[in-house]
């Protein structure tokens, strides 16, 4: 049957004006992620690195306009009907975001380390995988990394936000380590980021948030604090081993342009957010990663010993590209690296990642295990 001019005219009408909604949101979405940048015009002591004005009393994050959240800092509001796994984890850490912390922030004694992955020789190399997520050895981070093959920042595909809840650990040196200190420090990292995967690039720093604890020869306590950067890292507020944590890590512009970081305790209350300066190398949004890592270097030239944190657990967490396409780390995909620590000497694994690929918690969750000389007598060569 012959459509008539009138049904045709209609049709197109609105179909015109569907296109026109959808780009008035996305132009409205563009507008408020570049107000995350603007908005964060309050100096820390931290050259370079900035954060937002306080809310006013009363103010409640779950019924705030975008604007106003972009205005103080708070992460943008997921579309509850497309996203409502996110949407669930925003509004809880919302929800908990009471106390706002505005005291110093200290640099972490690090160098800028991408991960620092093992090179072996073609015979000791596992046969190529033809299908599935690539596995491969690194001395600096465990963990998983969703990546793609862009070389510069993409308006549509560039991945540029990625959150999670994770626990904090509860540190100490490995069963049965030597009395007598080998290093100055042991330390781990838990944190999420984008880009900062280059095997090529080792001083490609992440743009990251997340915690650190560490131990110092000759004080057996450890010390928990949440924690931003890019390339240089700062910590924030203290937090606590068992505490939960979520952060939200993102930069919708890429290239030069600063990140943008939410920590928060959810055990606490305790948050704040943060813009942090480029680190030198453009973001091009090619990989999003959950790692537990050690910091770079000892005097040896390989990265700090492991503390012995038994597991941690990362869940609820997930990665956007500019399009609005959601990535899990529990993808198998082929694109995606599966990455577990190895001690110096590249005798064994000390640090393990499980994760599914089914279900919520197959999709969100991953669990990291200490194993061999992290876990039990230390590490040879630390």
């Given amino acids: 049957m012959k459509r008539s001019t009138k049904s045709s005219a209609v049709l197109t009408m609105a179909a015109s004006l569907v296109l026109s909604f959808t780009t008035l949101a996305t ?5 408020t992620r570049n107000l995350y940048v603007s908005a964060a015009n309050v100096p820390t002591n931290i050259a370079g690195v900035n954060t937002f004005a306080t809310p006013p009393e009363g103010f409640n994050a779950l019924v705030a306009t975008d604007e106003e959240l972009a205005t103080y800092g708070l992460p943008l509001r997921p579309d509850k009907q497309l996203d409502a796994q996110h949407y669930a984890s925003w509004e809880r850490a919302m929800a908990a975001a ?15 380390r991408g991960v620092m992955q093992v090179n072996r020789s073609s015979s000791q190399q596992l046969e190529a995988q033809l299908t599935g997520p690539k596995n491969v050895s690194t001395f600096n981070w465990s963990g998983v990394a969703l990546t793609n093959t862009l070389k510069k920042w993409n308006a549509k595909t560039s991945i540029y936000d990625i959150y999670s809840v994770f626990s904090v650990p509860t540190s100490q040196l490995p069963f049965g380590s030597p009395a007598q200190c080998t290093t100055p420090y042991w330390t781990e990292l838990s944190w999420v ?5 280059n095997p090529f690039l080792v001083d490609n720093g992440a743009l990251q948030g997340g915690m650190e604890s560490v131990i110092e020869c000759g004080v057996p306590t450890p010390v928990y604090y949440a924690y931003i950067g890019w390339g240089n890292l700062n910590t924030v507020f203290r937090v606590n081993g068992g505490d939960v944590m979520y952060v939200e890590v993102s930069n919708s512009l890429g290239g030069l342009n600063p990140g943008y970081v939410f920590v928060e305790d959810l055990s606490t209350l305790t948050y704040n957010a943060y813009s942090v300066p480029n680190d030198g190398i453009p973001l091009v949004g090619n990989s999003a990663q959950w790692v537990v890592e050690r910091l770079c270097c000892g005097n040896t030239g390989y990265p700090y010993p492991l503390l012995n944190t038994i597991s941690i657990f990362f869940d609820g967490g997930a990665a956007l590209n500019l399009s609005g396409r959601v990535f899990y780390p529990g993808s198998n995909a082929s694109s995606t690296v599966i990455m577990t620590m190895v001690d110096d000497g590249d005798t064994q ?11 919520y918690e197959g999709e969100h969750g991953l669990w990291f295990q200490d194993v061999g000389c992290a876990f039990a007598g230390g590490c040879v060569g630390y």
């Fill in 193 to 197: 980021g984008l880009d900062g995967y």
């Fill in 98 to 112: 009471k106390i706002r912390w505005n005291g110093e922030l200290k640099p972490i004694p690090s160098s800028r």
């Fill in 349 to 359: 694994g000390i640090e393990v990642v499980n994760r599914g690929s089914v279900g």
């Fill in 27 to 31: 132009a409205q979405n563009d507008a």
